[in-house]
């Protein structure tokens, strides 16, 4: 059939180790990503462990988010971390000029960040102030959270509370040192990135995985001369890639935009297949044993801010448009996880495209969190090779995408999960998946986040607008598995 995507899925040929990094994410010092988000303080009604939301922790912890990068963004070169610790009285406050000039009275410092990766489960990510710190801010900042030694660093954490170090192994040196972490050269950089490295030790039985500074979107220089003169001195280097239906000046509404802006905005995600295809071509010319991941530590979509919402605070709704984003990209971010070794959506509580939306003691989960949820069980599952044989498309005027995006892999107990995309806001794809080299094979489950309208998110009246269903119907015949996706949907089979 024309209409039909026709997919073969091998069991038996494993490719790269889907690395559960890549479903990180991502909190700022932005909006109410943090004040009045995931911190409000021990002396809020909220329910809270030490000033941290527990509502906010339960719901990352159900997903299993692996890392959460901190504090910035922007605002980590304008982050000065001796002013975040110590009792609150003695905190210097600071002008966030990245976001608003709001006063920041850094009452969510290092103590507090770390003591909420504990919480959830998850690995930090703390990104470190070239643009306006210095080499030795960054080396006693390191000291502070990991050494072990009788010395000042070490013992200015055990006086503010914390006697054992905390085990922190992602670091990245600087956060868009080509614009506002410096407004740099990559030449420049470049040669900043190996003196701050330099200085970034490990300490007591860590190993601190560094992560440089890449590109913004489409600039391939960028990475060339960063793998020409540091490739050897870091671990990782970041790639950052919004997704817009119009552009920087006018980005459109998150809730109130036409046939035409969804399918540009999912031709737009798609693009992320280009980027990660040619950073990493240029990436392998330098280091062919892929030992230096791409870390695409800013994604996801980026609308105009809500109506009467402060517009510095980046605060977005959230629709079914963002959960195919979401989907597609993670598909494409498994399908080169020869590559890439972490990616964190920007970003998780109330700012761009964000998992959870808070308002006072009001709380919802969006569509992009269930995605998450969904899709949680790649996570350091083995990547399946799977072969289209036969694509079909999805039209927009003489435009045309692919109907379908999907990735599988297989977890350590044998399950099978393959998730999938139909981009389609108005046909049902029709899927046949020829599977190989099934060792188990008989029951099939599924679930799939779907609507009738292409505008539906949830809101603090109606959470539950927007949640996965278990699909039914499902079997194995001759070693086939045909489906039916709802239009504009996300899937999850799992085959056990």
């Avoid at 960028?222 to 990782?236: C, I, L, P, Q, S």
Wanted: one cysteine or more; aromatic letters at 10%; hydrophobic letters at 35%.
């Amino acid at each position: 059939m024309e209409n039909q995507t026709r997919i073969s899925i091998d069991a038996s040929h494993k490719k790269s180790t889907i690395s559960p990094h890549i479903y990180g994410h991502f909190a700022e010092h932005l909006g109410r990503c943090i004040y009045d988000g995931i911190w409000v303080g021990p002396d809020s009604s909220i329910p809270n462990t030490e000033g941290i939301r527990t509502d906010i922790v339960e719901a990352l912890r159900r997903i299993n988010i692996p890392v959460l990068r901190w504090p910035g963004g922007c605002f980590a070169d304008e982050y000065h971390w001796k002013d975040g610790v110590g009792s609150l009285s003695e905190r210097r406050a600071m002008i966030n000029k990245s976001w608003g000039k709001v006063v920041e009275n850094n009452g969510f410092g290092t103590h507090e960040f770390l003591r909420l990766c504990e919480l959830i489960g998850c690995e930090p990510y703390i990104v470190g102030n070239v643009g306006s710190g210095t080499v030795l801010e960054m080396q006693e900042w390191l000291e502070y959270m990991t050494a072990d030694a009788d010395a000042p660093m070490p013992n200015w954490r055990r006086q503010n509370g914390r006697e054992e170090p905390w085990k922190v192994r992602f670091f990245g040196v600087g956060n868009e040192n080509w614009g506002c972490g410096g407004n740099m050269r990559p030449e420049y950089y470049a040669d900043e990135y190996r003196r701050y490295q330099t200085y970034a030790r490990n300490h007591g039985e860590g190993n601190l995985y560094r992560i440089a500074c890449g590109a913004s979107d489409f600039d391939y220089k960028w990475t060339e001369v960063m793998m020409e003169r540091a490739a050897k001195y870091m671990d990782g280097l970041s790639l950052h890639y919004y997704t817009l239906a119009g552009d920087w000046k006018n980005k459109g509404s998150a809730t109130d935009f036409s046939e035409d802006e969804w399918f540009i905005t999912l031709k737009k995600a798609l693009r992320m297949e280009e980027l990660v295809q040619k950073h990493g071509e240029i990436m392998d010319r330098y280091d062919p044993e892929k030992r230096v991941g791409l870390i695409v530590d800013e994604w996801g979509t980026w609308y105009d801010v809500e109506p009467g919402t402060n517009p510095h605070f980046l605060f977005q709704q959230n629709s079914l448009r963002d959960a195919l984003v979401a989907g597609v990209t993670l598909n494409i971010f498994n399908q080169h996880s020869d590559r890439v070794y972490m990616a964190n959506l920007a970003q998780t509580v109330n700012v761009l495209q964000a998992l959870i939306l808070t308002e006072g003691d009001k709380f919802l989960l969006t569509p992009t969190y269930h995605v998450f949820d969904l899709y949680k069980a790649h996570q350091g599952a083995a990547l399946l090779e799977t072969i289209i044989e036969q694509a079909a498309t999805y039209g927009n005027g003489n435009d045309r995408l692919p109907q379908v995006s999907l990735s599988a892999s297989e977890d350590d107990q044998g399950r099978i999960n393959i998730t999938l995309c139909n981009l389609d806001n108005r046909a049902t794809a029709k899927v046949g998946l020829a599977l190989k080299g099934l060792v188990k094979g008989g029951k099939v489950s599924g679930s799939t986040l779907a609507a009738k309208d292409m505008h539906a998110h949830n809101t603090f009246s109606n959470p539950d607008t927007l949640r996965p269903v278990a699909l039914a119907g499902l079997a194995i015949s001759d070693g086939e598995l045909n489906v039916e996706l709802a239009p504009m949907s996300v899937t999850l089979l799992t085959i056990e």
